[in-house]
């Protein structure tokens, strides 16, 4: 069985980062929690910017993210007078083992004196974590998260079907993938439908979609839209969008859809492919992916794409041989080999799943190397829900 190097967690998941998550429960603390983040290496900062009530849908992302696998350790960073309170999240993170630690700046008296304690306690759990060494493991230990955007003609041609590739080896060797924006299934319903393990994955498949477009109606806003990339690009309808975009999952049985909600954040139960019930917009939608469990990202764009996230290394692959050159220092894989006859697709999806490999060993990706942490939660209105019969 192929096998790759990590790091161990309590809870026997294996990261293939060591990060140091600061959480600011509300962007009130954020500053301070970034700031903090920011005097030790190996640190990170994020938040959410949906004001400081206690959504459960926001909580179980912030928590989803602590307890992803590439990260080591957790400071929560809180004002102090909201209730989407850092007490909160230490209850759904301690299980796991992680260290965790929660301060607040007005009973510390202060950001001065909160980030001195802050850094204080960032810099023992780092001398602590620097005695991890990466470990051997299976590759079934490992979740893939796929994506894609800034689509043009070439993405469903060469890139997403390359990673399809990479996608399908990683679940024969019993790991585990995911994908989602299902804004950007529309029209694949039956597609994918006939690739479900049973008839409540293939209803659930049926449902998400159409809920969506359901979504999408009451805004005003048309099924069928699409980014000005996209079309710029020579994409003509969102259904050859759709078609296209499916294929980064390969052809395995769809085992089930993981739902993004108030009532919970699934993850992976078992090896295989899963859809993920997410906003059609990039970051949001590798953010909520991550909090359910992928170390590592496989991000596909034909018009060129600068993303990269907090604690997740992104490898970004273009089926477009012009936006590769164009954009070399943010694209890591050019699949437009494909199209230009030079390679075959299994040959470029096999650069991919090695390149995953190397990956998760510790091979920093381009996004990765260039520092960006791009992190955004999503969370849906209750009350549109509500008028649709959502919830």
């Not at 689509?151 to 041609?157: I, R």
């Not at 769809?254 to 059609?280: A, C, H, S």
Request: charged residues 25%.
């Amino acid at each position: 069985m192929t096998e790759f190097m990590g790091y161990e967690r309590p809870d026997g998941q294996v990261g293939i980062r060591n990060h140091l998550l600061v959480i600011a429960p509300i962007d009130c603390s954020y500053e301070p929690a970034k700031k903090i983040a920011e005097q030790v290496e190996g640190a990170v900062a994020v938040t959410q910017t949906y004001g400081c009530g206690n959504d459960s849908m926001l909580v179980h992302n912030l928590a989803g993210t602590a307890l992803n696998p590439n990260v080591a350790g957790v400071l929560i960073v809180g004002l102090g007078c909201e209730t989407l309170t850092g007490e909160i999240l230490m209850d759904l993170i301690e299980p796991s083992g992680k260290p965790v630690y929660n301060i607040t700046i007005q009973k510390e008296g202060g950001t001065l004196k909160t980030h001195e304690k802050g850094v204080r306690i960032l810099q023992k759990m780092k001398q602590e974590l620097a005695e991890l060494q990466r470990e051997t493991f299976p590759i079934n230990k490992l979740t893939l998260a796929v994506e894609c955007g800034g689509s043009d003609a070439t993405s469903g041609l060469a890139a997403n079907p390359a990673v399809g590739v990479a996608a399908d080896k990683l679940i024969e060797e019993g790991g585990s993938v995911m994908f989602g924006e299902t804004q950007e299934m529309s029209g694949t319903q039956q597609v994918l439908a006939r690739r479900a393990v049973n008839k409540e994955v293939s209803d659930a498949i049926y449902e998400i979609i159409e809920t969506q477009e359901a979504r999408l109606k009451a805004m005003g806003v048309d099924s069928r839209w699409m980014s000005k990339g996209n079309i710029d690009g020579g994409l003509t309808t969102i259904e050859e969008k759709s078609l296209g975009a499916v294929r980064k999952g390969g052809t395995k049985p769809i085992q089930g859809v993981l739902f993004n909600d108030w009532e919970r954040l699934d993850k992976p139960t078992k090896p295989g492919l899963y859809l993920m019930d997410g906003p059609g917009w990039d970051v949001p939608s590798v953010t909520h992916m991550v909090a359910a469990g992928a170390q590592i990202v496989c991000f596909t764009s034909g018009r060129g794409s600068t993303t990269g996230h907090a604690i997740a290394p992104v490898i970004k692959i273009t089926g477009n041989p012009e936006t590769y050159e164009m954009m070399m220092d943010n694209m890591d894989i050019n699949a437009g080999t494909i199209l230009d006859g030079s390679e075959s697709l299994n040959s470029v999806g096999q650069r991919i799943y090695d390149m995953i490999r190397r990956t998760a060993n510790g091979r920093q990706t381009k996004a990765e190397a260039l520092g960006y942490k791009d992190y955004i939660v999503f969370k849906r209105s209750r009350e549109a829900e509500h008028m649709l019969g959502h919830c």
